[in-house]
């Protein structure tokens, strides 16, 4: 069973607590706020997405390259190229 | 006026864009889709959201710093600096 | 005078810092260290970096776009292109 | 052997390619260069340190997690947990 299955109702969570700062974003930008405002909200989303990417970054990491129990070195190998095709467009 | 009110329309778009995004993710997890998918619209989320802080800050710069329009030296510095702190806490 | 002269020997010591960051980063490869450690190097050579980048633009930001001793307004509004053209490669 | 050890003649040519740039970036700052001369070479030493990381990685996934040869599980797991250690201090 894939991490993102296993950790599905944490993941969710953390899901829904961006759609709401959305959604408070959106609100925001209708209210006419001022742009200082606007933009820590801007801040806030991107670091959540980013703690969401590190969390399913690692639990990857644990179960699809690191983990003992794998027993195919393909499916290893192929989890460990998909962590560096990440690994590339995100480190530049 | 802010340029946040003033594109006020075009902003709500991007972030309603990237709400539909949010649900696509949150719809990925429910129906326990492979981890590779995952991390893309992960990945998707994120661009999106760094692409939304660009033209924002951007505009920011062009409205509240740099605009010749602005007469008040304390309102220019004001917009500087909320531009700087923002800065230090992107770049690191 | 531009703020990379006024600041001129407060910025050519942070890059003689870098420079034996590298050096020392050099010795460490030579040396056959674990790679553990070259990564904790490469890692401190970048926080240098983005710590130099982040110090250079904020008196970018101050002397060539806020200033309100500048008097031309397309020296201002250059000083704000020069500044969006870094954050457009920075931010994505 | 660690992927250090054996991309060793590699890795020492990409920090001396980073050394030169560094000793350009302190001629710049001595010869007094406009700040966008300054800011781009700045950019360029990160982009330099950001491709080195992301090649040792690469090579630490390859080598110390995902490699078929390793056979102590207790190595694997270490080598999962510094990378992992890595991306935590990275993505954020």
Known sequence: MSH???DKS????RVRRM??????LERALQAEKG????????????GAINGLM???L??????HVADPAITSDAAR???A???IAVLRTYIK
Request: hydrophobic share 50%; proline share 0%.
């Open 81 to 83: 190229e998909e962590l």
């Open 58 to 63: 690692e639990e990857h990491v644990r179960t």
């Open 35 to 46: 742009c200082a405002e606007i933009l820590h909200q801007i801040a806030a989303v991107r």
């Open 10 to 13: 944490k993941l969710l969570a």
């Open 19 to 24: 759609s709401g700062q959305m959604e408070a």
């Open 4 to 6: 993102t299955v296993r």
């Open 77 to 79: 190998m192929l989890g």
């Open 54 to 56: 590190a969390e399913v």
